[in-house]
């Protein structure tokens, strides 16, 4: 069948579902799931209910079956049968700061140190001030649920002849962390709590905050960046005033360290403070109540109050997000995609004749934790004599965001785009690369922010042609992850 003068139109998707792309493409694409594609980024292995919370943990996985089946997802199919589970362990991980204390962290860590008096702390460095630097958390966003990565740097002036284990500054912020915040509120407790815990003459919390930001599938991704960056700040004691020295010896050995810190005119750090740096949609619209009622659910599960203010509307923006992947009448628009001509007058064909368009962005939801992932896409096909000449980028992205836009592992993405791009030039050769940042790397214990993953999928003469294959990796570009 011939795409070069038509609108394929998309409609009734069954997300993730190979049958419901067969009949949508007229072609056959059946999704042949292998055991590779069973697992998520990190190919951990699955562990049966017992380590978590009994009780908290049937209620979420109930209210995730209900939110799949408000997408039009069969939750029994392979990959998302153990989906609830996986969501459940991750909420339940993420959030376990509720049942933890600080006091049970701090009271047997004060270690006496001569010299160190209250108010006083110069002497030779003993009592002066401590920094702990680059701490590296993850924190579930108060508005919209989605994770968010945190840089903290936290000092405190020892006190009362007492100094804190080191370590002890990382428990501490770690424990409020996870939990569900926004970074203003973050650092508050913090600081207050190692206020409150080791009554230090003062102590300095200085979070960086970046948020995963994707566009709604109906926007222009070229628009959009992939992350949303905030400042916050908090300090007590002697760092209760902001334009206090003693900030200026709290940067000074940040920036020792590459850390950048934003100042304004007059030398004072810049913060926003409240929940306004969630890039949650702000136009929420009608949203199913049953969702709704199922993400209120979780919320109560992990200890939360759904009643309270900053949760008030969480439900609804989660739901709003989540929904962004639900069955949509979504074009891929293919019309005059490919011209006929000689692949000589193409800008973008080297001399192997293997044209290719690169950096395409690409957002997708994780069908195994419902967690998002993003990056970009590099296509390569190759031209031959007389053949075609070109493909348009439009129409390369309207194929990567149509396969993006539902639920999704990479390993499936890959070969879908491919099978596509080699449908639209007759059965072509072609070579697809996508580069990922996963959140469920930041998310449920593993904390590895900055990952990436890269896969392959290769078609026709790429499988065979080393060369080939060589001259278009070359081609790509470094893929930068999020550093904050």
């Known amino acids: ?7 394929i139109r998309m409609e009734a998707l ?10 949508h493409f007229h072609v056959d694409l059946r999704d042949n799931n ?3 594609e069973e697992e998520c980024a990190d190919n951990s292995n699955l562990e049966e209910e017992g380590g978590l919370e009994e009780t908290e943990s049937i209620a979420i996985q109930k209210a995730v079956k209900v939110l799949l089946q408000g997408l039009g ?13 996986r969501v459940a362990k991750a909420l339940l991980e993420g959030t376990r700061g509720y049942t933890q204390k600080v006091k049970d962290i701090v009271q047997d860590a004060l270690f006496p140190e001569a010299g160190i ?11 002066g001030l401590v920094i702990v630097r680059d701490l590296h958390l993850f924190s579930y966003c108060a508005s919209c649920l989605l994770p968010f990565h945190v840089k903290c740097h936290v000092g405190y002036i020892p006190s009362y002849n007492r100094v804190l284990g080191l370590s002890k500054l990382s428990r501490v912020a770690d424990v409020f962390a996870k939990r569900l915040q926004n970074p203003q509120r973050l650092a508050d407790q913090v600081c207050y709590a190692l206020n409150d815990g080791i009554s230090p003459s003062g102590v300095a919390v200085l979070l960086q905050c970046s948020h995963v930001h994707f566009p709604f599938y109906n926007e222009n991704a ?10 916050a700040i908090s300090g007590s004691g002697i760092f209760g005033n902001e334009n206090a020295d003693i900030w200026g010896d709290f940067l000074s050995l940040l920036k020792f360290r590459g850390v950048v810190v934003n100042l304004d005119k007059r030398r004072k750090i810049t913060t926003r403070i409240g929940d306004n740096w969630c890039p949650s949609h702000p136009k929420i619209g009608p949203i199913d109540s049953t969702m709704t009622m199922a993400v209120d659910s979780i919320l109560r599960a992990l200890g939360e109050d759904p009643t309270r203010e900053e949760l008030l509307g969480t439900p609804a923006r989660f739901v709003k997000w989540l929904t962004n992947f639900k069955t949509y009448n979504v074009e891929m628009k293919l019309e005059n995609g490919v011209v006929n001509g000689s692949s000589n007058n193409s800008t973008n064909c080297d001399e192997l004749g293997v044209c290719s368009e690169l950096n395409i962005p690409f957002w997708s939801q994780c069908e195994h934790h419902l967690l998002p992932f993003h990056g970009v896409v590099h296509i390569g096909y190759i031209c031959g004599n007389g053949g ?9 992205q309207s194929i990567v965001h149509f396969h993006g836009f539902k639920l999704q592992v990479q390993e499936r993405l890959n070969r879908q785009i491919a099978e596509t791009v080699s449908l639209l030039i007759g059965g072509g050769d072609v070579m697809v690369v996508i580069e990922a940042s996963h959140t469920c790397m ?10 990436s993953t890269a896969t392959v999928a290769v078609l026709g003469r790429f499988s065979t042609d080393s060369r080939a294959r060589g001259k278009f990796l070359e081609s790509i570009p470094k893929f930068d992850t999020c550093s904050s």
């Open 1 to 7: 069948m011939s795409f070069s003068m038509c609108a």
């Open 14 to 23: 069954s997300l993730g579902t190979a049958a419901s792309d067969e009949g």
């Open 34 to 36: 292998n055991n590779a």
């Open 73 to 85: 997802e069969d939750v029994t199919r392979e990959g998302l049968r153990k989906t609830p589970l």
């Open 117 to 127: 008096e209250r108010g006083i702390g110069n002497a030779g460095g003993s009592g």
């Open 222 to 231: 070229d628009d959009h960046k992939g992350w949303v960056y905030q400042q």
């Open 388 to 396: 075609v000449k070109r493909i348009g980028k439009q129409v390369l």
């Open 442 to 451: 930041i998310t449920r214990g593993i904390e590895k922010f900055g990952s």
